[in-house]
């Protein structure tokens, strides 16, 4: 069993930026795809930006052109470099990768954008 942890979560201003890291309990190699996921209380979660194995990314129509998802290394599997940010990306940010056999979650970071 993998355990993630998110990173990089905090509070900014309207127009500010953020790098969301995601930390793996253990080495994951056969990875299929990893993403990022964001929450607000009451509604479901959503899928903000997500990476393959063969590096062929995907992005919520609000994030184009604002955020860049990433690969890192066996320990560290992706990050999420977050621009120009706006309130309306308030929420709590979770990674999530796939290996072929589980599917892991972390517990979530805060991202807070003040006006």
């Known amino acids: 069993q993998v355990q993630l942890v998110e990173s990089g979560g905090g509070l900014v201003q309207a127009g500010g930026s953020l790098r969301l890291s995601c930390a793996a309990s253990r080495s994951i190699f056969s990875i299929n795809i990893m993403g990022w996921y964001r929450q607000n209380p009451g509604k479901q979660r959503e899928l903000v930006a997500a990476?393959?194995?063969?590096?062929?990314?995907n992005y919520a129509d609000s994030v184009k052109g604002r955020f860049t998802i990433s690969r890192g290394n066996a320990k560290n599997p992706v990050y999420l470099q977050m621009n120009s940010l706006k309130p309306e990306d308030t929420a709590v940010y979770y990674c999530?990768?796939?290996?072929?056999?589980?599917?892991?979650w972390g517990q979530g970071t805060q991202v807070t954008i003040s006006s």
């Open positions: 999530n990768v796939d290996d072929y056999r589980d599917n892991y």
């Open positions: 990476i393959t194995r063969g590096g062929i990314t």
